[in-house]
């Protein structure tokens, strides 16, 4: 019997990592309550994890046009909304954290798309590159009662990056 195109290599592999980056950001993300991350009315707050859109995988790029919205969830977490209506959990590289209470100023990008990896937020602590970028459930976030900030502006700088030279 031949096998299925989707039983093939690539798509197994590409599979196999989606779930190993899942169940990772799960472990590295579980402990924020135990780390004292806490939402105002003083229960712990919503694991980003939780929040991600069901089968969605790491987003390549999204067009942005403007910031609606920010709200940290853990220390290397939060959510951004770059439509009305188009939440995203953003999580941050490496030592950079961001506070419960802290919102960037700037989202660096390179043209009209942000791409994880490459593109970054200037926040008060300092620059931080964004790691990985997936796609929230709205309606979990409407259950967790996480709902955009109207308040908040945060700018966004093109850098044309480094010419290459002829």
């Given amino acids: 019997m031949a096998r299925s195109f989707l039983a093939t290599r690539p798509w197994r592999l590409a599979a196999t990592w989606s779930r190993l980056a899942l169940l990772g950001a799960f472990a590295l993300h579980a402990n924020a309550p135990a780390a004292?991350?806490?939402s105002a009315?003083?229960?712990p707050a919503a694991n980003s994890?939780?929040?991600v859109a069901g089968g969605a995988g790491p987003q390549r790029a999204v067009r942005v046009f403007r910031v609606y919205g920010w709200h940290a969830l853990e220390p290397h977490a939060a959510i951004i909304w770059l439509g009305v209506?188009?939440?995203?959990?953003?999580?941050?590289a490496g030592q950079c954290s961001v506070a419960a209470d802290e919102v960037p100023s700037v989202l660096v990008l390179r043209d009209n798309h942000l791409v994880p990896g490459r593109d970054r937020l200037v926040l008060p602590a300092g620059e931080c590159t964004i790691d990985s970028l997936l796609r929230a459930d709205r309606n979990k976030l409407r259950a967790s009662a996480i709902t955009p900030d109207g308040g908040v502006v945060v700018r966004l700088i093109h850098d044309a990056?480094?010419?290459?030279?002829?």
Avoid: H, N, T
């Fill in 36 to 38: 004292g991350w806490e």
């Fill in 41 to 43: 009315a003083g229960e």
């Fill in 49 to 51: 994890s939780q929040l």
């Fill in 85 to 92: 209506d188009e939440p995203y959990v953003i999580r941050l």
């Fill in 161 to 166: 990056g480094p010419r290459r030279r002829k």
